[in-house]
């Protein structure tokens, strides 16, 4: 193709336009960016007259964040594309297609999931996904499993972690997730009604020991290859269908980071249910609903994932040391469970919100939310090297609410 440069949508069009098999040569393409524009730039490109669509996704060699600008590599454009092959293999069906990448352009050609939604705003609308923990908990276990020293031949692991070598976009998380919100960071972002809450945070020696113990697992611990960045707004869903997009964040990591995101997102909706269900009745259902989907997804991961290792354990010690599969699990539970909580806390204080609670409208409503979404996220941090099973997440939601 041709040098870095962002791309127009007419430029886009006549890339398409060169996809072997993909559009007649004299189609005619539409062409609109659909992204939000902050880090990339999506194009939704299609042929009317054949019903044909594409996603171009490409990377722009910086981030844009409240005015501000900072350089961001281009090759997470090729971290993306590879670790959506490898998901792909690994969990077949559960993300999008990739047809093509192109390193000089970081761009990311794949399927278009346009019949689906984004799962936030899915989630938000109230509809129900009875397969999500099925397929959700598919994901988890096959791609953590397989890319972990339990599953995968320990030479080959290391190696395919260098080519997941990812320091910025790490840093993203570690400073905006792990750090920024525990101190009085330029980059937190709250509304003045919830000042206390964020103080409360930066003075609460307690949990810095509990997050800093967090972060050091997430800068140390390559344990599988993770998605990074598994929330509710990277997942495409429809009630029969999950897929699994945005994976620009992988690299190796501690698994609970990947499963404590999906879990922190479900429960960041039950904080924010005030303002999308009619009735108290509907809430009450709803909030169910989600807290059901949190247990089984965890309870269906474990039981996916002890499938595998019975299968297809590849540590001799590993698999056979008494007692070390039940430690083993039990310590993901509670990495899982303090993950959790911090990928919620920062929705609420750090630098990036969610429309789950952002889009609230009446004030008072949203910053009970917010409240109860801070007291729901600090509690699962503290309870954290603590936990033993799944119903004490449940627990200190319901205490929380
Ligand atoms: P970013 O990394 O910038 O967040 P995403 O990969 O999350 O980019 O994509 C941003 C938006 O573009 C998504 O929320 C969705 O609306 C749209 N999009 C991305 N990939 C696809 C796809 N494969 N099919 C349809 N729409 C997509
Ligand atoms: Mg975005
Ligand atoms: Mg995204
Ligand atoms: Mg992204």
Redesign the pocket.
Same mark, same amino acid.
Request: charged letters at 25%.
């Given at each position: 193709m041709s040098a870095y440069h962002p791309l127009n949508e007419t430029e886009a069009i006549e890339i398409a336009r060169k996809l072997e098999g993909v559009f007649a040569p004299d189609a005619q393409l539409a062409c609109r960016e *659909?992204? !939000?524009g =902050?880090? =990339?730039l999506?194009f939704?490109i299609t042929d009317s007259a054949s019903g044909r669509s594409i #996603?171009m996704?490409q990377a722009l060699p910086y981030a844009k964040v409240v005015g501000e600008s900072w350089p961001l590599t281009l090759d997470r454009a090729r971290i993306e594309s590879e670790a959506l092959l490898l998901e792909g293999e690994l969990a077949p069906g559960l993300v999008?297609v990739v047809y093509l990448y192109d390193q000089e352009l970081a761009l990311t050609i794949? $399927? !278009?999931? @346009?019949d689906h939604v *984004?799962m936030r705003q899915g989630l938000m609308n109230g509809t129900r996904y009875p397969l999500f923990a099925g397929h959700i908990s598919t994901f988890l276990a096959r791609t953590l499993f397989f890319t972990s020293d339990l599953g995968r031949n320990q030479q080959e692991k290391k190696l395919l972690a260098r080519s997941f070598t990812n320091p910025e976009l790490c840093k993203i998380t570690e400073d905006l997730i792990f750090d920024d919100p525990y101190r009085d960071a330029d980059t937190n972002s709250f509304e003045e009604t919830i000042r206390d809450e964020a103080q409360a945070l930066w003075n609460d020696g307690e949990l810095h020991l509990e997050v800093a113990l967090l972060r050091e697992k997430f800068l140390t611990r390559a344990q599988s290859l993770l998605h990074g960045d598994l929330h509710t707004? @990277?997942i495409f869903i429809t009630p029969e269908s999950t897929k699994v #997009? !945005?994976p $620009?964040f992988a690299y190796f990591g501690p698994m609970g980071f990947d499963i404590g995101a999906v879990l922190a997102n479900l429960l960041l909706n039950f904080a924010g249910r005030e303002g999308w269900d009619k009735t108290d009745a509907g809430r009450e259902s709803y909030r169910a609903y989600l807290l059901d989907t949190v247990k089984d997804i965890w309870s269906q991961f474990e039981e996916k994932f002890l499938a595998l290792w019975n299968e297809h354990g590849v540590d001799r010690l590993a698999n056979t040391a008494p007692g070390y599969r039940e430690n083993y699990m039990e310590r993901l539970l509670q990495d899982t469970i303090g993950f959790a909580g911090c990928k919620m806390v920062r929705r609420v204080v750090g630098l990036a919100h969610v429309a789950d609670i952002d889009k609230l409208e009446d004030a008072s409503a949203r910053e009970r939310a917010q409240r109860l979404a801070l007291r729901i996220g600090k509690s699962l941090i503290k309870l954290n090297r603590r936990a033993v099973s799944i119903d004490q997440l449940i627990d200190a939601v319901n205490s929380a609410s």
């Amino acid at each position: 193709m041709s040098a870095y440069h962002p791309l127009n949508e007419t430029e886009a069009i006549e890339i398409a336009r060169k996809l072997e098999g993909v559009f007649a040569p004299d189609a005619q393409l539409a062409c609109r960016e *659909i992204g !939000d524009g =902050n880090l =990339n730039l999506v194009f939704h490109i299609t042929d009317s007259a054949s019903g044909r669509s594409i #996603i171009m996704k490409q990377a722009l060699p910086y981030a844009k964040v409240v005015g501000e600008s900072w350089p961001l590599t281009l090759d997470r454009a090729r971290i993306e594309s590879e670790a959506l092959l490898l998901e792909g293999e690994l969990a077949p069906g559960l993300v999008p297609v990739v047809y093509l990448y192109d390193q000089e352009l970081a761009l990311t050609i794949m $399927e !278009d999931l @346009s019949d689906h939604v *984004i799962m936030r705003q899915g989630l938000m609308n109230g509809t129900r996904y009875p397969l999500f923990a099925g397929h959700i908990s598919t994901f988890l276990a096959r791609t953590l499993f397989f890319t972990s020293d339990l599953g995968r031949n320990q030479q080959e692991k290391k190696l395919l972690a260098r080519s997941f070598t990812n320091p910025e976009l790490c840093k993203i998380t570690e400073d905006l997730i792990f750090d920024d919100p525990y101190r009085d960071a330029d980059t937190n972002s709250f509304e003045e009604t919830i000042r206390d809450e964020a103080q409360a945070l930066w003075n609460d020696g307690e949990l810095h020991l509990e997050v800093a113990l967090l972060r050091e697992k997430f800068l140390t611990r390559a344990q599988s290859l993770l998605h990074g960045d598994l929330h509710t707004g @990277s997942i495409f869903i429809t009630p029969e269908s999950t897929k699994v #997009i !945005d994976p $620009e964040f992988a690299y190796f990591g501690p698994m609970g980071f990947d499963i404590g995101a999906v879990l922190a997102n479900l429960l960041l909706n039950f904080a924010g249910r005030e303002g999308w269900d009619k009735t108290d009745a509907g809430r009450e259902s709803y909030r169910a609903y989600l807290l059901d989907t949190v247990k089984d997804i965890w309870s269906q991961f474990e039981e996916k994932f002890l499938a595998l290792w019975n299968e297809h354990g590849v540590d001799r010690l590993a698999n056979t040391a008494p007692g070390y599969r039940e430690n083993y699990m039990e310590r993901l539970l509670q990495d899982t469970i303090g993950f959790a909580g911090c990928k919620m806390v920062r929705r609420v204080v750090g630098l990036a919100h969610v429309a789950d609670i952002d889009k609230l409208e009446d004030a008072s409503a949203r910053e009970r939310a917010q409240r109860l979404a801070l007291r729901i996220g600090k509690s699962l941090i503290k309870l954290n090297r603590r936990a033993v099973s799944i119903d004490q997440l449940i627990d200190a939601v319901n205490s929380a609410s």
